[in-house]
């Protein structure tokens, strides 16, 4: 495919380098001269100094000719503008945008009857909207895994470090499904940041990261068989009052009802439940004041001893660090943990970052910007795609697919067109059903037939052109 991005900041970056690599012609676009300065010394592909929402530059870039254009530039109005000028042109290439406000996105989502959402974009990403529910869904959890939710399907992926506590710890894989009768897959396993996909022969370690596939309804007691332990959370503390932190807000306020959180919020004892948020910017927390009343907020930099000693922050049992200054959400948290808070979840910039904040102690890193790339390129792989998920930055990818009239591997039975690996089938969905269920050797696969499967990236092309997607 052909490529232009608009927009050559840390996200920018970041998805060239994923398109690259699989082989497809990128072009780069930045008004910055260091930023292109910088960048055309790190990838392989043409980067232009020039405004992206110019006419002239995208036709230069030869949008025209291109297949698909991703705005990704810091400013919301930039990205949708340029978005439609190529859509008053170029209606049939594919515009993807990021959009922070989340004011455009509803207004884009009212607009069904349309072939396309408003402002000509096919596609809007929203990476606080899909930060903040990563964040809810690790602390349903417990805050002691990160939980990928495999939607329109039973199952969920949680991400578990083991402790050497654990009974998983020093086990072959083929012996710890011996150890409860909760069925579940390990899905892969991650030595030293090296993430792979086992065998029935390989032994899980102390400090080892595993990936667990079961059922939402069994995750609690999976969790409690590996050794974790789940508690309520009475006293919560949310470090920034932006986008983010009062979207998770929305999630733990507790209104009429009690909401899918009650397990661990101690929702029927309000009186014993406190929820705190800290901000420094004196807007933010004037406006997460007047929304959320049942909260105390704080306007105050987290980096100052006083608001840690006079709320006694170092006494609660959950720090959500989700502000937008990621290096900040890392060290406070860090720190608050030293001090004696119970458990830690971090918004940070990227799976690399989110593994340097679990070797410092923090339970829960969310990676922000590889949940905007794993949109966006889901949107870019076509319909045979559905979703994406960065596993590590090992190489290792989570691709729900449809299997199309041109796989070659139809009709076969899986144990026959394994790669041990290279891939691993998940979960599978017959085309007259809606049912996930996980499969076997045995199982064959039909035109139709939806999937979720591990694959590694480096192979990502040959291995979807088996089940025929291209």
């Known amino acids: 495919m052909k490529i232009i991005i608009v927009g050559a900041g840390f996200t920018g970056t970041q998805l060239a380098k994923r398109l690259i690599d699989e082989k497809n012609d ?6 910055n001269e260091d930023i292109v300065r910088h960048v055309s010394n790190r990838l392989d592909c043409m980067v232009m100094q020039a405004d992206g929402n110019s006419l002239s530059t995208l036709q230069e870039a030869g949008i025209a000719e291109a297949d698909a254009l991703v705005a ?66 690790a602390i349903e959890h417990g805050a002691v895994t990160e939980v990928v939710d495999l939607e329109n399907t039973d199952y ?65 007691a999976l969790l409690t068989v590996c050794g ?37 919020l101690d929702i029927r004892k309000k009186i014993t439940r406190k929820i705190v948020m800290i901000d420094s910017d004196d807007k933010l927390t004037k406006e997460a004041a ?17 608001i840690i000693d006079e709320e006694n922050l170092s006494s609660y049992n959950l720090i959500i660090a989700a502000s937008h200054n990621h290096e900040k959400n890392m060290i406070s948290s860090a720190y608050l943990k030293s001090l004696g808070a ?45 979703s994406i998920h960065t596993i590590s930055d090992s190489g290792l990818e989570l691709e729900e697919i449809q299997i199309s009239e041109k796989a070659s591997i139809t009709g076969k039975p ?6 041990p690996g290279l891939f691993l089938i998940l979960l599978y969905c017959q085309k007259d059903t809606e049912k996930y269920v ?27 052109n088996k089940f025929g997607i291209q």
């Open 26 to 31: 990128i072009i780069l676009i930045d008004r």
């Open 72 to 137: 990704v530039t810091g400013t919301d109005e930039l990205n949708m503008i340029t978005c439609s000028l190529v859509n008053s042109l170029y209606p049939s290439v594919l515009k993807i945008a990021r959009v922070r406000n989340y004011d455009y996105y509803l207004n884009s989502a009212k607009d069904d009857n349309s072939s396309k959402h408003l402002y000509g974009i096919d596609f809007m990403i929203h990476p606080d909207v899909e930060a903040a529910e990563a964040i809810t869904a």
């Open 156 to 220: 969920e992926l949680i991400q578990l470090n083991i402790e050497k506590h654990s009974p998983f710890n020093e086990q072959p894989i083929q012996s710890i499904r011996q150890l409860t009768n909760i069925p579940f897959l390990v899905a892969y396993v991650e030595k030293n940041g090296v993430s792979s996909m086992p065998s029935g022969a390989t032994i899980i370690h102390e400090n080892d990261r595993i990936g667990l596939l079961t059922s939402k309804n069994n995750v609690t």
């Open 228 to 264: 974790a332990r789940i508690q309520e959370f009475r006293k919560i503390a949310i470090l920034g009052a932006g986008k983010i932190g009062t979207g998770v807000a929305d999630k733990l306020v507790v209104h009429e009802k009690t909401n899918f959180l009650s397990r661990f």
């Open 290 to 306: 007047e929304r959320f009343p049942e909260i105390n907020v704080f306007r105050a930099d987290i980096a100052d001893e006083s």
């Open 342 to 386: 119970e458990r830690t979840v971090c918004l940070v910039t990227s799976s690399s970052y989110a593994s340097i904040a679990r070797n410092i102690g923090i339970d829960v890193a969310i990676p922000l910007r590889d949940t905007i790339i794993d949109s966006i390129i889901s949107h870019l792989r076509g319909k045979g795609v559905s």
């Open 414 to 419: 899986l144990k026959e067109i394994a790669e």
């Open 438 to 464: 996980i499969p076997d050797g045995n199982t064959k696969l039909e035109q139709g037939d939806k999937i979720i499967l591990i694959v590694n990236t480096k192979d990502d092309n040959r291995i979807m």
